[in-house]
């Protein structure tokens, strides 16, 4: 009911060993300027009280990253409000692609991924996060995903 995409799709093997730049499980810097936070964008299963989620990146002004960065392990930081971001994965099961949509990243209790709403748009992802999926489209989307290399 999970996929996760292990970095933004912009990071590569060259930014490994730069002293700028970072990947942790939740956190992402590029030379200093680019700046990304891994959160949720989650689907409801209609006839069910499962959720599907995508786990992906999203690119933050420095100045949001560096403010979820302060309140990263701060109880209450919920209730900062959303930060605007572009999605920053590609889910290449989605046509159009998925990179550049646009995002508010909803901040949840510390030890929660952050909540990425997609701007409502008629993208056929924006399109499922607000209507939701059934069950069979769970199932086909598992199975595009084995497929992918």
Not at 51 to 60: E, I, T
């Amino acid at each position: 009911m999970n996929y996760s995409a292990a970095a933004p799709y912009v990071w590569g093997p060259a930014f490994e060993g730069d002293a700028d730049s970072m990947l942790s499980s939740d956190q992402c810097i590029i030379r200093g300027q680019h700046f990304f936070v891994k959160g949720l964008i989650e689907i409801p299963v209609l006839d069910s009280t499962e959720v599907f989620s995508w786990g992906v990146w999203v690119s933050l002004s420095r100045d949001n990253f560096a403010r979820a960065l302060e309140r990263w392990e701060t109880p209450g930081r919920e209730d900062e409000p959303p930060y605007f971001g572009w999605l920053c994965t590609e889910l290449p099961i989605y046509s159009p692609g998925t990179v550049d949509l646009r995002t508010r990243v909803h901040t949840r209790p510390v030890g929660k991924r952050p909540y990425v709403e997609l701007e409502p748009t008629d993208h056929p992802l924006a399109v499922e996060q607000r209507t939701g999926i059934t069950r069979e489209r769970v199932r086909e989307i598992a199975a595009a995903v084995r497929r992918l290399p």
